[in-house]
């Protein structure tokens, strides 16, 4: 018996794609779920390990949707190995339950182990590089120089601005954002 297993990683992901690739593959049987590789806790993959007997396959859309690392793959196909389980990469064409096919999967496993880490540190060295030339990557700053002096200003200005609320607006910034730059006693002794 196939029994097919389907994630995303993020919630505006769709499995789709990989559930019809899993049914015309044959499978009879699809879990799916919406949860990061590197996620431990993935309960739809515990489950369908746990349905499955000896001699099933399990079926996947790509060796990346059963784990994130080379070491999780490995252990989850020993552990399927062990129990007299095969494993299906549809689009990497995988097959553990042949010699050739067990071959492929550790060749398959270290080379995207080796590309993510190749992601990985290339991401790093870009930063490291835009840092050393000025630039820091995340959102820009909204709480300006200009406008934490405004905002101080209309602190003062309790006549204009009796609620911090009406700061808020007139800043069009967050009200998170405001307290993080004037907590509770600095906006006290302004005021006072």
Excluded at 33 to 50: F, I, P, Y
């Amino acid at each position: 018996m196939k029994i097919g297993y389907a994630r995303v990683s993020t919630l505006d992901q769709n499995t789709q794609l990989q559930i019809d690739a899993l049914k015309e593959a044959g499978c009879s049987k699809i879990f799916t779920e919406k949860v990061s590789g590197a996620d431990k806790n993935r309960r739809q993959l515990k489950e369908a390990l746990d349905y499955m007997r000896e001699g099933d396959t399990l079926v996947v859309w790509k060796l990346s949707r059963l784990a994130r690392s080379l070491t999780q793959v490995i252990n989850t196909v020993k552990d399927l190995e062990t129990r007299n389980i095969g494993l299906q990469a549809i689009t990497q064409k995988i097959d553990t339950t042949t010699p050739e096919g067990r071959l492929f999967f550790h060749m398959n496993a270290a080379f995207d182990q080796f590309q993510r880490e190749i992601i990985v540190e290339n991401t790093k060295a870009g930063l490291k590089t835009a840092r050393k030339h000025g630039r820091i990557g995340g959102r820009p700053q909204i709480m300006n120089d200009e406008k934490i002096r405004a905002a101080h200003a209309m602190l003062k200005d309790t006549d204009s601005y009796p609620f911090i609320s009406d700061i808020i607006k007139a800043l069009h910034i967050g009200r998170t954002t405001f307290y993080r730059h004037f907590p509770p006693e600095k906006i006290e002794n302004i005021r006072s």
